[in-house]
């Protein structure tokens, strides 16, 4: 069977209908919309993993250090009961 230069709508094979053409024309166009969605969820994924490296590079905006930054010089009183909840359970 020689191709023609006919658009894929018009062709049909040997013994088919014209349907087939136009059903290969459908398929053809429901998979470019498929492949166009799975492009754009491929986009999404790695939009989110660039900023989550991004995020992860800039860290929290609190000190690495800040452990040893806070003044522990006047700690709080200690609010707890004399006996803790541990030694009752023992």
């Keep these: 069977?020689?191709?023609?230069h006919?658009?894929?709508?018009?062709?049909?094979?040997?013994?088919?209908t014209s349907d087939d053409g136009f059903l290969?024309?459908?398929g053809n166009i429901g998979l470019g919309v498929?492949?166009?969605v799975a492009k754009f969820v491929v986009f999404?994924?790695?939009l989110f993993v660039v900023v989550l490296v991004i995020g992860l590079v800039q860290g929290d905006?609190?000190?690495?250090?800040?452990?040893?930054?806070l003044d522990l010089r006047d700690s709080l009183q200690d609010s707890s009961t004399s006996i803790s909840a541990s030694a009752v359970r023992r």
């Design 61 to 69: 905006g609190l000190p690495r250090n800040m452990v040893l930054a």
């Design 6 to 16: 006919r658009p894929a709508i018009y062709r049909s094979g040997i013994g088919g």
């Design 44 to 46: 999404l994924v790695l």
């Design 24 to 26: 290969r024309w459908a």
């Design 34 to 36: 498929l492949n166009g």
């Design 1 to 4: 069977m020689a191709l023609s």
